[in-house]
């Protein structure tokens, strides 16, 4: 791409990063979608640290090019998981969830890039100004853990971009090259796509997860459990539980014992649809195939060159 | 334009259409847009019906271009409307908040087009079949009355445009050319936008509640009374009322009581910023200035068209 600085950033062919994601991302797909010329993301916040560093090793193994390693700043073994991208040399890192005023220091001086997901102008320019790199702009129709304004992709990109002088990443509503092309339109200069790279054969999503996320319409997923943190959900009799539990006016507590623990691995990893926490973007209502990555990576590069010479053609 | 079905099928220079919004939009805002050469609405939802034919005859004495009436579907007079639609030879309508089954071949039947605003697929592909002219999806950042699905605009519009044959014109968190050539690369033909033109002289909308658009940032509007019709608010002191109301699991009775009637007249129409019901899009968060409409037409497609340039030149 021409004068692109996020390719220039990261040493990357095409700027299309497959998300970090817990339980769907390891090495086998970030190592894929970066031999492939993106960037992959190893999702690390559903990884113990001997777990993380196993997929380090293998990643490193799997590709000469550069991948990224996504760490929520709220988790719990946070300082060894650092010591581990530190260790492994991992090339850049992705951090979310927390202030990123702490880390980013340390892993520049390693030579480290870093790159900061919020979900808002406010704090993309708090992030700015805590020295990171870039910024990945996620909007309200993502998958997963989401910001409390429910600000969406196409309200948030162009105020997001116009605030900072670092490059942006476009995040969620993304799973084609059109849509790609709507992110440069609103002045992102890079997407991160997550739900349609766990419809690959090198997700180590479960697979019932994966046929679940093909047969996924348009409103079947939902933004639930805002009075904890909020997360968009598919769906299903554990959805069902948070819905019911929510529409009485359940309070923090009540939502947090019906959350209660490993839910995400439950549902996501091990396959239970029924009872497990299910994590897609609304985007999931147009996946309907498995796919290797490579493959989306090619398609979606196709789609986006397609979609900017149609747009280059479009004034009389 | 080049090619471009809405320009065609409504007879205007620019695919730029100024959406029908109760209370902010009579025939002064229509006409400037119209004349402007983008296509102005009339918002009749808020209107009786000899009001309404004052807009009518006062539209057709302010402009020789096309111009619209937006007719929610669910209005109790909704009989006498489109009589006087027909008898003051209104080119086009828009329909919502309804089945556009029962209106569309009457009108098509007096030259009229007709125009449908869906909120989902499903429903695009229902008033396909209803025979109407074009769609307008609307996605979850809009203003004012919004779909279920909560499916965002960069979801929705892809969605839509890939499942029917006729036009799509995108809504929902569209108020500059980047936006508008977004939409475009998702495979919308024209655009329709609220939220900024209630900034103008010409919106009849009141001074305070302009002023309060200008005010307004992210986060400040959120989607609410899901449990009657998905509306998005501005956040003051009625939002907060229903908030609470819903925080502790208040029933459709109790809910209906506090929206109770003429909240929004009493917020938008005669500015009581705290007691009344205020609806604007996400989108608010970047409107800062009140201009004449003419100039923001003009302005949206300059950018239009730089973006579109711009996309062109993106791959080397």
Same mark, same amino acid.
Request: hydrophobic share 45%; net charge negative.
């Given at each position: 791409?021409?004068?692109?600085?996020?390719?220039?950033?990261?040493?990357?062919?095409?700027?299309?990063?497959?998300?970090?994601?817990?339980?769907?991302?390891?090495?086998?797909?970030?190592?894929?979608?970066?031999?492939?010329?993106?960037?992959?993301?190893?999702?690390?916040?559903?990884?113990?640290?001997?777990?993380?560093?196993?997929?380090?090793?293998?990643?490193?193994?799997?590709?000469?090019?550069?991948?990224?390693?996504?760490?929520?700043?709220?988790?719990?073994?946070? @300082?060894?998981?650092?010591? !581990?991208?530190? &260790?492994?040399? =991992? *090339?850049?890192?992705?951090?979310?969830? #927390?202030?990123? %005023?702490?880390?980013?220091?340390?892993?520049?001086?390693?030579?480290?890039?870093?790159?900061?997901?919020?979900?808002?102008?406010?704090?993309?320019?708090?992030?700015?100004?805590?020295?990171?790199?870039?910024?990945?702009?996620?909007?309200?129709?993502?998958?997963?853990?989401?910001?409390?304004?429910?600000?969406?992709?196409?309200?948030?990109?162009?105020?997001?971009?116009?605030?900072?002088?670092?490059?942006?990443?476009?995040?969620?509503?993304?799973?084609?090259?059109?849509?790609?092309?709507?992110?440069?339109?609103?002045?992102?200069?890079?997407?991160?796509?997550?739900?349609?790279?766990?419809?690959?054969?090198?997700?180590?999503?479960?697979?019932?997860?994966?046929?679940?996320?093909?047969?996924?319409? @348009?409103?079947?997923?939902? !933004?639930?459990? &805002?009075?904890? =943190? *909020?997360?968009?959900?598919?769906?299903? #009799?554990?959805? %069902?539980?948070?819905?019911?539990?929510?529409?009485?006016?359940?309070?923090?507590?009540?939502?947090?014992?019906?959350?209660?623990?490993?839910?995400?691995?439950?549902?996501?990893?091990?396959?239970?649809?029924?009872?497990?926490?299910?994590?897609?973007?609304?985007?999931?209502?147009?996946?309907?195939?498995?796919?290797?990555?490579?493959?989306?990576?090619?398609?979606?590069?196709?789609?986006?060159?397609?979609?900017?010479?149609?747009?280059?053609?479009?004034?009389?």
């Amino acid at each position: 791409m021409k004068n692109n600085r996020i390719c220039e950033l990261l040493d990357i062919q095409y700027p299309i990063i497959q998300a970090g994601m817990v339980w769907c991302s390891g090495w086998e797909l970030a190592s894929a979608v970066s031999n492939a010329g993106g960037l992959g993301i190893i999702g690390a916040g559903s990884m113990y640290p001997h777990i993380l560093e196993e997929h380090l090793i293998q990643c490193n193994a799997a590709t000469n090019r550069p991948y990224a390693v996504n760490v929520p700043l709220l988790y719990v073994a946070l @300082e060894e998981h650092m010591e !581990l991208i530190i &260790k492994h040399k =991992v *090339p850049i890192v992705f951090t979310s969830a #927390g202030n990123p %005023k702490k880390w980013t220091a340390t892993l520049q001086s390693h030579g480290i890039k870093v790159i900061h997901v919020v979900s808002s102008r406010k704090f993309a320019l708090k992030a700015e100004q805590a020295g990171v790199d870039a910024i990945v702009a996620e909007g309200f129709e993502a998958g997963g853990h989401n910001g409390r304004e429910e600000t969406t992709s196409l309200c948030l990109i162009p105020m997001v971009a116009d605030a900072v002088n670092i490059p942006v990443i476009a995040a969620g509503g993304i799973a084609s090259g059109k849509a790609m092309a709507a992110a440069f339109a609103l002045g992102a200069e890079g997407v991160q796509i997550g739900t349609r790279f766990i419809a690959t054969q090198e997700s180590s999503a479960h697979q019932s997860f994966k046929d679940k996320l093909l047969a996924v319409d @348009e409103g079947d997923t939902k !933004l639930m459990l &805002k009075k904890l =943190v *909020p997360v968009r959900l598919v769906k299903n #009799g554990f959805f %069902k539980r948070v819905a019911e539990a929510e529409a009485r006016g359940a309070d923090v507590n009540e939502l947090a014992a019906i959350l209660g623990r490993g839910k995400a691995k439950k549902g996501m990893f091990e396959g239970d649809l029924e009872n497990g926490e299910l994590e897609l973007g609304q985007i999931a209502a147009t996946v309907d195939v498995i796919k290797p990555a490579a493959a989306i990576v090619e398609e979606i590069w196709q789609e986006f060159t397609d979609a900017c010479q149609r747009m280059g053609s479009v004034i009389a």
